[in-house]
């Protein structure tokens, strides 16, 4: 009767392994899936969204650079086309006064497109420097759930192992001791 005892309790002890290494298996397999999940969501989310925001701010700073360039030109226009008249009214404008005042007009129009170009220059720099610093911040959080990650799958496999050593432990000395 021993044999068919201790035949029984080593296959009992093999099931409950088995069966702890199959609860394992399915255990990481979905820690793995949501792990996935979360980097899918992270990089869909989260880092989408931030290279969105830049693309639009970066639409936003050209559309309105465009506009600020249009402006001057206009104002430039404006000015030449209004000193131009004064002078043909005036007699000025035959006069190196005249053509003076209106190439004034001219570089200063010029100097008013420099400044909104370094101004935008600066504009463009600061939010390429933010976009890069936002989406680091991304990679840091992608990089830390990463690592989140493999210390919960460390922590399982762990505790896996230790309850299936424990076992086989117990299965040994049932067996050594009967």
Known sequence: QMSQYMSQFETS????IGDIDAAQS??????????????????????????EGFERAEAKLSESFGQELED????????????TAQ????GLGMTSFGSAQIEAYRQEGLREQ??????????EMSLALSKGAALADVGRQRVDLIGQQARSLSD?????TVAISGLGS???TGLLGA
């Not at 001057?72 to 000193?83: F, K, M, N, Q």
């Not at 399982?156 to 896996?160: F, K, L, N, S, W």
């Open 87 to 90: 002078g043909a009214l005036s």
């Open 114 to 123: 420099r400044r909104a170009k370094e101004d935008c220059a600066g504009k």
């Open 170 to 172: 117990q299965m040994a």
């Open 13 to 16: 002890m093999r099931d409950m």
């Open 26 to 51: 399915v255990d990481i397999g979905e820690l793995k899936a949501a792990f996935e999940q979360q980097k899918s969501d992270l990089d869909n989310l989260v880092a989408a969204n931030v290279a």
């Open 156 to 160: 399982t496999r762990r505790a896996y």
């Open 72 to 83: 001057i030109e206009l104002a430039t226009e404006g000015a030449t086309l209004r000193a």
